[in-house]
């Protein structure tokens, strides 16, 4: 009977000293491939390396002059002794990650639509990841119909249009709720199977969770609550948006990620709105929760602490953090950086 209450006590003792792993995982849309800022892609190495992500999710990849992008980011990448594994997909995405990739798939390329998601596989530690990158179309970019102004057309309109549905409509026109419907549907497998899913994209589109009754007089939203396609779908099939579960209230925590700014651009490049408040929390990380495998415990920004505010450099006030850049930001976006336990 000793013998084995002592082994047990010897098998708790070990589960009980398991430790988790740390996966840090980086989305940064890097405009043109940072081609609108001066030594732009060396900033984007600069920011790799600074965050020093294990996984990093790209939007805005052209391979310019022909020239493969993630090639280009792992040699540089090398050259300072970060080792990567690389993969990029059509229409704009890619994934870097410190684990071998594979299973590389396109889940979404359309030709009614700009956006695309493309999914690549990595393991970890003996844990299989699914990472989906997302770039969905930016055109009727509805959010700024209540701000009076085209999503489409980037022409300031004679007054905001608050009507929902008419908001929700143009918003449709970009099909990026199509793409999130064929990211639902592709992801059955993984859950099927077991494996730790990510997805993480500029998604063009804000979240619901930012645009309901506490936030409907804030921020040029003109007393307008939006239940948003892609979010509300995604949070339909169970997924959940880790920033938003780190920071709940988007009043404190606004989480903005677009317009960011950016010193060494003119503030006229920056600005798409630029007699409104055109802020907007549209770059995201989501998970499935695993509550036993896959918790995230931390979310910030990368990037400038200013955006632009009505054609305006404005420094942000609310409680997000912050990790600023130590070289130049190649990018008019903010980047999102979230920390993952893995078991």
Known sequence: MKFFLALFLLLLGAVCTIEASSLKVLQ???????????NGFEAIVDAVVQADADVVFFNEVYNAKGKRFVLRMLGELKQRNRMYYGLDGPRGVAVLAKYPITDRQVVFPKDKSNGSIVRVAFEMNGRTFAAYSAHLDYRHYACYLPRGYNGTTWEKMDEPVVDVDSILRQNRLSHREEAIAAFIEAV????????????AGDFNEPSHLDWQENTKNLWEHHGVTVNWDCSSMLYRAGFKDAY?????NPVTHPGFTFPSDNEQVDIKKLTWAPDTDERERI????????????IPVKAVLMGPKRSIVRGRRVEETGCDIFIEPTAG???????????FKVW
């Open 28 to 38: 940064i849309n890097i405009w043109q491939e940072g081609a609108n800022v001066e």
């Open 329 to 339: 930001w190649p990018t008019d976006h903010k980047a999102v950086m979230v920390e």
């Open 283 to 294: 770059d995201f990380i989501y998970y499935y929760p695993d509550k036993k495998n896959l």
């Open 244 to 248: 938003r579960v780190l920071h709940p």
């Open 188 to 199: 059955q497998k993984d859950l099927a199977s077991g494996s730790l899913i990510l997805l």
